[in-house]
Structure formats: C-alpha cells, structure tokens
C-alpha cells in the first residue's frame, strides 16, 4: 500500500527547527509506542471477536474504524516532522475517538429512532466524514477524497445539474444521516467486508511476513525457475504470484519482491524498463490468485452473497492462465535475446529451500482445506494464523526446545500482530471513504440512470455493454484504489451487464479484473511506476 511504503522509515531522531520543532524526539518515540500497543490490541480484539462475537455488526464496525482511524493519526503524528502537522494529527484523532464513541454509546437509540435527526447527530457526522477523508488522503493520496467530495456534493445538489444527472438534491441533515448515523454509507457493506474478512487476512499476511516466509517464497521461486533461460524473470513472475496471492496489493508486491528480482533481470541482461514491466505485471497478478487474492474479492463476496470459496475457484483458471502466460512471454523473450542462464551458484538448492522453510507453505493449505470444506472465511483465516504461529514454534523448538519462551518467539507475534493492524488501518479508511461513494451514488439514483445508459448505448449488443464496462474499470481504476474502482463500477455497471443476460459472478470478476488492470494503465500505473524506480528506468517505457 501507497503510505506504508513511504512511511517505512525510522522515527526521525531530531526536528528542524525551520519547521517549528514542539516536540522532542522522545515524544515520537512514546507515540510509536503507543501505536504498538493499540494495534496489537486491535489485532488481538479482531481474532478473538471470530471466535466469540460480543458486539452486533454495526458496533463491530465502529470498533474497527475506531482504531483504524486513531492508529492513522497516531503514525502520522509520530513520523510528521512539522509542528503543524503534529497539531493537526492530534485534532483528528480526537475527533476520531469523540464521533466512533459518540456512535458506540448512542448505538441503541440511533437504531430505534432512525428518521429523527438531531443536530448533534449532523455535527457528528460531519466530523466523522472529515476524519475519514482526511484519513483516506494521508493514506492513498488526494484523488479518493476528492471523488468522494464530488459524490456528496452532487448528492446534495443535483437539482443543479443538467439533464442526464438531474435529480432533487437532499437537505444537509438527511444526507448526512444517510452517510453516517443511518448506518449505510460509512457502515455499510464495503466497511463490514474490513471488520470482518480483510482483517484477519491482513493479520495472516503480517503474521506471516514477520515469519520471514517472504524469504522462502523468493527462494522457492528462484529454485523452481532460475535454472532456465529466463531464471530471474521467471522467479519474478512465481514469486510474485506467491507473494501476491498474500498481500493482496499489486504496489506492495512490487516493492516487497521487486527489490530482489528486478537487479537480477538486469544483471542476466534484461533492459532496466523491461524488468520493471515483467515484475509489475507479474505482481498485478497476485490480486487475483487463490486463495487470498486481493481486497475487493471479499468485498465481491459482501456484494453479491457469493461465499468467497465460490469465488476464489472461479478465479483460479483464469490467475493460472496469467502466470502461464506471463512465464511463457519472458521465456520467449529470453530465448530470442540469446540470454544465458544465470550462475548456478546464485540458485538455491530445492530440497535445502524445502527443508527450511516448506512449513510456511502449511498455514496456506490450511485455509485452502477449511475454505473448500464449507468453513467461514473468517474462520478459516483464524485457522491459518493458529497453524502459522504452532509451526513456527515447532519448527523452531527443533532448535531450542525453549523457542516458545524465548523474546524471539514473543517478538514473531508481536511483530505480526502490528504489521497486521497497519496494513488495516489503511484499507479500513478506504472502505469507509468507498462506503460514502457507493452511498452517494446509490441516493442521487445515479446508479439507475447509469444502467439505463448502458442499455441504452449498446442497443441490446451484449459485447458493447461489456466494452463500456470495461473502460469504465480502466477509467476509474487508474485515479483510485483498485478496491473503490471494483465498488463503483459494481454499483453502477453491473446492474446493466446482468439484465443483458451475463452471470452474476462472471460479471463480478469481470469488473474486478478490469480495475486491477488500471495498475499497469498509462497514465497512471502505479504498479509500474514503482517497478521503474526500483528498475532505475524510464517511467513512461516501463509502463
């Protein structure tokens, strides 16, 4: 995800002074410390509520923005070096607490009384969506919250518009109820995916990735690939497909894989542009192979009521199919250009791979066999991180028959308890943001008139419905998130694409495939904008 990888960095040890220092370094330090604390206790909260559930959905939800939204301001106050934005940091987080809270404790009677708006009800709201903007902003850049912006401004005021996005408008108060406080909008479906799926796989992943099994998978591939002509293309297009089916995150994968990969394809000869672009289509792949695949599946599966075992099966021919051809389309190349093996010596032996690390590869199939035996996704995540920590501590108690009560061990979960809740924090504020959008769209009746359009400019023509639907993936999925992109599409395009007579589910991943595919669309490319700075590269060659 965008923030996390430029936000990485150590805790600056001084201040400018230019800058208005208020703080002493020590400050930041107790901030990082209180982050840690919060977030391994929202990643403890988000295991333990799928075994014993405590609260009704909605108060879920609120819980899990609340510390999505706290943890945000909390790491930008501690890595922010001006006084300005530490003051600021301060301010949203508190009025992240007070809204969340102020919800929380009046959850019963908003739910009785959904209708009667009070004016506290409106200034909390309002206050609540600034939060969630501000957060989404910090996090995935302007271009989110600036769609958002425009969806609620044209909510509120389509009396004004002409014509074809004509509509009656809504008073503030009723809008804003409807965003907040009505519970759709912000608690809707997309945040309800967040609390409850993509958590517990975002703590797999950080579980995981604080295992070290990020290591084992790039030397797999490189064992199971390198021997050939194209051995460090082919070790990317594996890898990231590996690494990818995790995280989830075509710009992640990049960053996570790509610092290993792309050096080796120059180094066999490969053109700087060529192994970024290898790496970033290799990466963009990940979102959509089982068994994790990327955010918006689960969010598919809370759209549509399709299970998401259901929707992970579907995925895999065409996910293998990619890799087929990504690792076929390197090889080719590989043999053309007269590209010679790399150095045997620089490719892990199989069998010492597997010896060392073929345990990671356990907590994978254990999602895989609880998924395909009826058991819930939440559940089977839970399954998968059980089975990630117990072979850990006997894979290591081979070594020290202590490891369990060593600070190690301790570390391994500490470590990927706050991973986890970092990498939630961000995609809460987006599904809250997303929420706001699909909420906007769906009470202006924009959604209908879209659907109306659709029908009407393919004249009945099923592939011309399809094309439009496809470039209006691309469109939206080059400026945001690729989650928003799959949410706005759904909720404006696939109405139109069913009622011409496609399957439901094919429509889905159809619309899916398309938004992930705007990683590597010129102009925007995300995916291969970061694969050509780690490719020292020219951008525009890459993508």
Known sequence: MKNDENRNEEVVETIDSSEGSITKPVTSQAAMKLFSVIAVVMSLYQVIVVIYPIFSPVEHQDIHLFFALTLIYIWMFSTSKSKSGKILSIVFAAASILTTGYIFLNFTRLTEKIGLITKSDTVIGVILIIAVLEATRRTFGIALPILVTVSILYAKYGQFFPGFFNHAGYDWPRLIASLTTSFTGIYGTVLDVSATFLCIFMIFGGMLEASGAGKFFIDLSMALGGKTRSGPAQAAVISSGLVGSINGSAVANVATTGVFTIPLMKKTGYPAHLAGAVEAVASTGGMIMPPVMGVGAFVMSGITGIPYSKIALAALIPALFYYFTCGA???????????????????????????????????LFTIVFYMVTGTSVMRSGFNGIIALILVVAIRNSFKNPKYIFTKEFWKFIKDGLISGAKSTMNVAAACAAMGLISQAIVVSGLAFKIVYLIKSLSAGYSILAVLLTMLVSLFFGMGIPTTASYIIVAVIGAPALTEVGFNILAVHLFIYYYAILANLTPPVASAALVASRIAEANYTKTA
Not at 330 to 339: A, K, T
Not at 343 to 355: F, M
């Open 329 to 363: 389309s390197v090889h080719l190349f590989s043999i053309r250009n007269g590209f010679k093996p790399i150095d045997a010596s620089l490719i892990p032996n199989l069998k010492g791979v597997l010896k060392e690390g073929a345990h990671f590869l356990v907590p």
